[in-house]
């Protein structure tokens, strides 16, 4: 999250132009709101998409390649590619926000975009239009507030100030903890489970979906990641005003309002399957179903 808020201090003028993929996640539209930006959205999978007239002229294009938040989404290879040879091709700065990339339930990882970008200068330091963004809140503990960038030499050291100006560095005892985890493997050995039961978790969720609310939404089952993103069938659905009467009922998901700076769409909702077993997931979507009922 700080690495979010760094690249708007380092790279964003007041009003300002981000081309943000569009669901946007937001926290990063969050870090950047002081800054009162301007959006140019990158809908990836609109038809005719253009990544170069897309990216052109923008201060940074912010991206999140695998399993979006919010809608779990994973940018496919083709896409990666054309987007990083559009950074290229623009010089414009493509951040690739990856905090879910281990968390891949069905199918092979997918490279990442720093390291389509990074093919020509194997053995190099990396000096490409490419900045990663690496945490370790999702597979070891979000308390410990430890992540990491991985970008071009002089982008690395704009960062660095502007982190010293922020908190001067990331607390030394976190860090070690961080290390201590990685070094002893402990992401290795607990991966196995960890996706068995999200992957668990993300079918109860979709199966609880189909019983209960499909004939309101439509859903794509995310093949990683944390969240499915359901899509009203009926346009005139107003998932602002679900969301209130949601947790009315007792259950919390996020509307897609909230996911767009200008606030624009209202028809679909965020909803988490990897905090809650089973049984629960099964409850809150017949929760969430009979707050549907009561507005229709
Ligand atoms: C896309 C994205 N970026 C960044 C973050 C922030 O992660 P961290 O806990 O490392 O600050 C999140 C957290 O949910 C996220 O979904």
């Known amino acids: ?43 990836l999978d609109a038809p005719g998409f253009d990544p170069i007239a897309a990216l052109a002229g923008a201060q940074f294009a912010y991206t999140v390649p695998n399993f979006s938040n919010p809608t779990g989404k994973l940018v496919g290879l083709a896409m990666r590619d054309r987007l990083v040879e559009a950074a290229h091709a623009t010089g414009t700065w493509l951040v ?20 389509l970008s990074g093919r020509q200068g194997a053995g190099k330091a990396y000096d490409g239009p490419v900045i990663y963004m690496g945490t370790v809140s999702k597979e070891i503990a ?15 050291a704009a960062l660095t100030t502007a982190k010293q100006g922020s908190d001067m560095c990331t607390s030394g005892v976190t860090q070690r903890i961080a290390l201590a985890a990685l070094e002893s493997g402990l992401i290795e050995r607990n991966q196995p489970a960890v996706v068995k039961l999200y992957r668990e978790r993300r079918d109860a969720l979709c199966a609880a979906l189909a019983a209960h609310l499909g004939a309101w939404f439509t859903w794509e089952v995310p093949v990683g990641g944390m969240f499915v993103w359901a899509l009203a069938r009926d346009a005139a ?5 679900l969301w209130a009467a949601a947790l009315e009922a007792g259950v919390c998901v996020a509307p897609s309002s909230v996911f767009d700076a200008a606030g624009r769409n209202r028809r679909a909702l965020r909803i988490n399957f990897t905090l809650n077993p089973p049984d629960r997931l099964a409850e809150g979507v017949r929760r969430l179903a009979t707050a549907v009922r009561a507005m229709a």
């Open 96 to 115: 690739e926000d990856d905090p879910y990339g281990t968390l891949h339930y069905d199918g092979a990882p997918l490279p990442r975009m720093i390291a």
């Open 142 to 156: 979000p308390g410990l507030r430890v992540g990491w960038m991985v970008a071009a030499p002089a982008m690395i």
């Open 237 to 241: 659905l107003d998932t602002d005003r």
């Open 1 to 43: 999250m700080q690495g979010l808020d760094l690249l708007g201090k380092v790279l964003l003028d007041e009003g300002g132009l981000i081309a943000g993929q569009l669901p946007t996640y937001l926290g990063a539209l969050d870090a950047w709101r002081p800054r009162r930006p301007t959006y140019r959205d990158l809908v």
